[in-house]
């Protein structure tokens, strides 16, 4: 099938310098020969540095609504080998690259979802700056799921606390919510933007850090803060999300102040 994502790379191959590469080399000093199942992948990068992407997956952490017991979304996370982050690339990845990355593992996301039929929403973070990037915003991505056959009422955009501030009055947002799409502050309560994106951006989804739900059952303080939050969002009609949660007892305590939707290691066992 002819695509609009292979074309946008064709016109923007990437030429690595000899520092990245052998950055590249060290950090996958483990990698094995891996198969080249994305057309994507040989458009993307010269044949030296193919293998390297290749060692990327994708996996899915489910998002269940404990009320209903049924999966609200999966947050599709990208991960190296033997299932490692990929923080580091943003320390070797720059400019047009590291975006172009971004964006490809966005598409990736996309096209096994829609494979595996997998149930409920699909949530993907956006890296800051890429919402309206020329090339790879979210523009593409909406292009992406048009060719896949995927409603953009499944789509959740994660966005960080300041990502969310510099979004205001970005134009583009009204239109992909006008089709459905949800848009989600990520790790609430990290940052030292958090009251000014929630009552500037508005988001559909607040997805509590970790910070504020650890050991919460044992903790007075951090429930109280959750009923306050709790009540905004209700009035302004925000979905709230639990993530990190590893215990039956936080699980417990979080259901019985009225958070449905939870995320984190209870419901996954690290896998």
């Known amino acids: 099938m002819a695509s609009v994502m292979t074309s946008a790379f064709d016109l923007d191959r990437v030429v690595w310098d000899e520092e990245y590469r052998q950055k590249v080399k060290r950090y996958f000093s483990e990698q094995s020969a891996a198969s080249r199942s994305d057309p994507e992948i040989d458009t993307l990068l010269p044949q030296d540095d193919q293998d390297f992407l290749c060692s990327f997956k994708t996996v899915f952490e489910p998002i269940v609504n404990l009320r209903t017991g049924k999966v609200f979304a999966h947050e599709a996370l990208t991960r190296g080998i033997n299932g490692a982050s990929v923080g580091y690339l943003f320390d070797v990845l720059a400019g047009a690259r590291l975006y172009q990355f971004d964006h490809l593992c966005r598409t990736r996301a996309m096209k096994e979802i829609s494979q595996r039929h997998m149930e409920g929403k699909l949530s993907l973070n956006v890296m800051p700056g890429a919402i309206d990037h020329p090339r790879y915003g979210l523009h593409a991505t909406f292009e992406v799921i048009k060719e896949l056959g995927i409603a953009p009422d499944r789509l959740i955009f994660e966005l960080s606390e300041r990502e969310c501030l510099d979004a205001l009055g970005n134009s ?36 509590l850090d970790i910070s504020l739900i650890r050991d919460i059952d044992k903790d ?7 009923k306050g939050i709790l009540s905004f969002c209700a009035e302004m009609n925000i979905h709230i999300i639990a993530e990190g949660v590893e215990t039956p007892a936080e699980r417990e305590v979080l259901f019985s102040l009225g958070v449905d939707l939870i995320q984190g290691f209870i419901l996954t066992g690290g896998n």
């Open 172 to 207: 583009d947002l009204a239109e992909y919510r006008s089709q459905g799409a949800l848009f989600a502050i990520d790790d609430f309560g990290t940052g030292h933007a958090g009251l000014q994106s929630l009552l500037g951006f508005q988001p559909d989804i607040i997805k």
């Open 220 to 226: 007075s303080v951090r429930q109280t803060l959750l």
